[in-house]
């Protein structure tokens, strides 16, 4: 079987996207599969050996023809059995020329959520990366697969967790990872804050902190790279998003063995017990209880919802659930 990745972010860009499809191009491969990747150059610096890269310069438009052209050019000279479009840019455009390929089985990922998704009929499968993206899609040909991780033996974090814990969050700072509500919540929270990511709300963010005399409890980590050995230092995991289509750093905390405690968002509010859900539109006083818990207890009450990450949310598992659906889309 040959399969092109195609992706039409920009080269900064460096976003959960951009994460899985390095990841599952190369999980792919190391299944058998003859993979070809098309995407800005940047994107493709992680790729095994063994895929063959497609450089694309995605800076111009969706509706630009010389797009169009090299596309068309790359399928019309390769015949894939399937083509997989990740996300909704790349998913508009080889939505227009899925006519032209009638043996092609034509798949597409969606990682967040949309006033608009692309068209059904132009596509054998698409594939939301959470149920309540798939809820929202609607479509009768959507399927569910869950990013994956490649894990590391873990040990258990020790059954007496510190009196004043530190809670670690991570994300992209901007609006909707929801640090602002976060920091204005932990002015009620015993132990510290952690936050990993960098973005443009950065110095707003420290502003927040030392305005709220914060500053000797909460900091702004900036980027991390390794954030798994980051949280093997912090007691318990925060999301704060206000939406999402998928937390890596949910699915990151649980494979880690860490206690987790999440806003009502994809993929916290699909495995966590209710408690440990922060309703839509908390009061800080709200929030700030959700994280005044009894670690060990939390710990405990999510075994399950760990037992299931390690079952689901793989590299192995997302592979292999690929795959699946590559295979049903060529029998049809």
């Known amino acids: 079987m040959n399969v092109l990745l195609f992706m039409a972010s920009p080269g900064n860009a460096k976003g959960g996207m951009e994460k899985h499809f ?3 191009a190369n999980g792919l ?3 058998g599969i003859d993979v070809f990747c098309m995407a800005a150059p940047e ?7 063994s895929i063959t890269q497609l450089p694309l310069h995605p800076r111009s438009s969706r509706n630009s023809p010389k797009t169009y052209f090299q596309i068309f050019r790359i399928l019309r000279a390769h015949r ?4 997989h479009a990740q996300g909704s840019k790349a998913a508009q455009i080889i939505q227009r020329i899925t006519p032209l390929f009638r043996k092609t089985a034509f798949v597409t990922t969606i990682h967040n959520f949309k006033n608009r998704y692309p068209k059904p ?3 054998d499968r698409l594939i939301a990366v959470s149920k309540a993206l798939a809820q929202d899609i609607g479509y009768s040909n959507v399927s569910v697969v869950y990013n994956g991780l490649e894990t590391h033996p873990t040990t258990a974090p020790a059954t007496v967790f510190a009196h004043s814990p530190t809670w670690l969050s991570v994300g992209r700072l901007v609006p909707a990872k929801g640090f602002d509500n976060l920091i204005e919540a932990f002015q009620y929270v015993k132990g510290s804050l952690l936050i990993a990511g960098s973005g443009p709300e950065f110095n707003e963010l420290n502003q927040q902190i030392r305005h709220l005399n914060l500053d000797q409890r909460v900091r702004l980590l900036g980027h991390i790279d390794d954030i798994p050995e980051l949280m093997k230092s912090t007691d318990a995991v925060i999301i704060a998003s206000r939406r999402e289509g998928f937390s890596y750093a949910f699915a990151e905390a649980l494979l880690a063995n860490k206690p987790v405690v999440a806003t009502d968002v994809p993929i916290a509010n699909e495995f966590l017990p209710e408690d440990y859900i922060i309703p839509a539109g908390a009061s800080r006083e709200e929030f700030a209880r959700h994280l005044n818990i009894n670690l060990e207890s939390a710990y405990v009450a999510q075994t399950a919802a760990r037992k299931r990450a390690r079952a689901e949310l793989t590299l192995e598992a997302m592979t ?5 659906i590559y295979r049903a889309c060529l029998e049809r």
């Open 22 to 24: 390095s990841e599952l």
């Open 29 to 31: 491969a190391r299944c």
């Open 43 to 49: 994107h493709l610096q992680r790729l095994d050996a």
């Open 80 to 83: 894939f059995n399937v083509v």
């Open 121 to 123: 009929q132009r596509f």
């Open 320 to 324: 292999q659930n690929t795959i699946t």
